[in-house]
């Protein structure tokens, strides 16, 4: 046989056995896999309840958590007629204690953070160089004055100036367009509102003239002034004070200062004349020989007054500052007569009755507590000093600034917080509660000095300075400056007696 030749092998044959084993299944043709099984739950767990306290529970759960316990009631009842006379006694003291006389919960977070909320101005002002020389609030506090001339060397007398008013409710405040601008002839060095009477403002202007406007009226603001006569200041005027009148409708009295030395009182007389209703000038007699700065014509010496504070709880007593660096408590009820001046329609009367301790500078400011018989003081030394009305020395001396401080207001809602503005452009707040040596807060202002500043006694937590250069801020205070402490009064009184006991 050959080698190689062609053979026929049966083939192999194997039975499946899947396709009927997917047939028994009733599986379909189309997947040689079997189906995934899958379900869907919103919980793990079968049966829920909800439950407002941890101790509804039912009866059959109660005393589950401590099981077997007993109540010793003989053994409560001795342990608490054991203590019932402690605890009666302790309770008792309590009723009787005024450690928390005034305390109220404050339950709201303290706020640290002031913020600007307005930078105001007036652009034609700014143009001629003029500085913001005062501020004030208005009775219903929700407008701001301020008053445009020149606090440096020069003689502006002839300048023109302005009062601007901006009502800060008013919806669309343009900072840089006031809402009323007054035209005024002469440097206005101080302005005030009237404290109840919201339309009126009074102003001090460098020529020594008091004037009183009522910027609602457009054609002619002015409706009262002193006039040019011999009755008025002879050199300008740096602040004027309103002091109301008995009657509800009336305008009071307007008190003015100015550095010839002499505090008048002016009353509305008929035609729209201010007339001078009493007087009062400082004489050589009465301070110190280092503060008498001036010689007059007439031959008295006679001490140049910056600033007028009048005492919230005795009307006859108010402090004023004098150029040479004395603060004097002066009276109302001073009888002593000034030397006559010429052509004055009142005689002037010498109101001094206690000199107080000196700055080493001209005082510039002062600012009477509203709610105790002290005052603050500030000047060229930097310093403010804390005065008791009852002593010569300073309760208290506090070193803000290396230039001039040029005003100090107390706080009207925090017995121990007090503001004040300095040459370096700084405003300090100066809280006595947390520290007597350094301020609570600065606020940078800018190079320019601060020149004035004041509290809107309306609405507490409203701060406004004005400077040299011409801009009027608003700040809002944080709580922390506006809610008086539980103890802060105590602690005021603790620190006027301090040192006059």
């Not at 803000?400 to 503005?421: D, G, M």
Request: proline share 6%; hydrophobic share 40%; net charge negative.
């Amino acid at each position: 046989a050959a080698m190689f030749g062609d053979c026929a092998v049966p083939g192999a044959h194997l039975e499946s056995l899947w396709r009927s084993e997917r047939g028994a299944r009733a599986e379909a043709k189309s997947c040689q896999t079997g189906a995934i099984a899958t379900a869907e739950a919103a919980v793990q767990a079968r049966a829920s309840r909800d439950a407002g306290v941890q101790t509804d529970q039912g009866r059959a759960a109660q005393g589950a958590f401590q099981p077997g316990a007993q109540t010793d009631s003989a053994g409560l009842l001795s342990f608490l007629r054991g203590v019932e006379d402690a605890v009666v006694k302790e309770l008792n003291k309590n009723c009787r204690s005024r450690a928390f006389d005034g305390f109220e919960v404050n339950w709201a977070d303290q706020n640290e953070q002031v913020l600007c909320l307005h930078t105001l101005s007036y652009p034609e002002a700014q143009d001629q160089n003029l500085q913001v020389t005062s501020v004030s609030w208005n009775a219903t506090g929700s407008v701001i004055a301020c008053s445009y001339g020149r606090l440096d060397d020069g003689d502006w007398s002839t300048e023109k100036s302005y009062v601007c008013t901006w009502n800060l409710d008013r919806r669309g405040l343009n900072p840089q367009h006031p809402d009323l601008v007054v035209d005024v002839p002469s440097s206005v060095m101080c302005l005030a509102f009237h404290p109840s009477q919201p339309s009126l403002i009074a102003g001090g202007l460098f020529s020594g003239e008091v004037v009183v406007w009522d910027p609602s009226r457009r054609e002619d603001p002015v409706i009262l002034r002193t006039g040019l006569t011999d009755d008025t200041h002879t050199d300008p005027v740096y602040q004027v004070h309103w002091v109301p009148g008995a009657q509800p409708r009336s305008r009071g009295q307007l008190w003015s200062v100015s550095t010839d030395g002499k505090i008048l009182v002016w009353k509305e007389e008929r035609d729209g004349r201010l007339g001078l209703a009493t007087g009062f000038a400082l004489v050589a007699q009465q301070i110190p020989r280092s503060s008498r700065l001036k010689k007059f014509t007439w031959g008295e010496a006679a001490v140049g007054v910056t600033s007028l504070s009048l005492s919230p709880f005795d009307p006859r007593v108010f402090v004023v500052a004098v150029e040479g660096g004395c603060c004097l408590r002066c009276s109302t009820a001073a009888v002593a007569l000034a030397p006559p001046r010429p052509g004055s329609s009142v005689p002037l009367r010498a109101p001094a009755e206690l000199v107080f301790s000196p700055h080493a500078g001209p005082v510039y400011s002062v600012s009477c507590s509203p709610f105790h018989n002290l005052f603050l003081s500030c000047g060229t030394d930097g310093q403010v000093h804390l005065h008791s009305m009852l002593q010569a020395e300073p309760l208290l001396s506090l070193q803000l600034s290396n230039r001039y401080l040029f005003c100090v207001r107390w706080s009207p809602v925090r017995p121990l917080l007090f503001a004040a503005v300095a040459g370096e452009g700084a405003v300090h707040l100066v809280d006595l509660e947390k520290s007597s040596q350094k301020p609570a807060l600065s606020l940078a202002v800018g190079e320019h000095p601060v020149y004035c500043l004041e509290f809107n006694s309306r609405q507490s937590q409203l701060l406004a300075a004005g400077d040299a250069a011409g801009v009027l801020r608003v700040w809002q205070l944080s709580s922390s400056f506006t809610e008086q402490g539980p103890r802060e009064m105590n602690r005021l009184e603790q620190l006027a007696s301090e040192v006059t006991d």
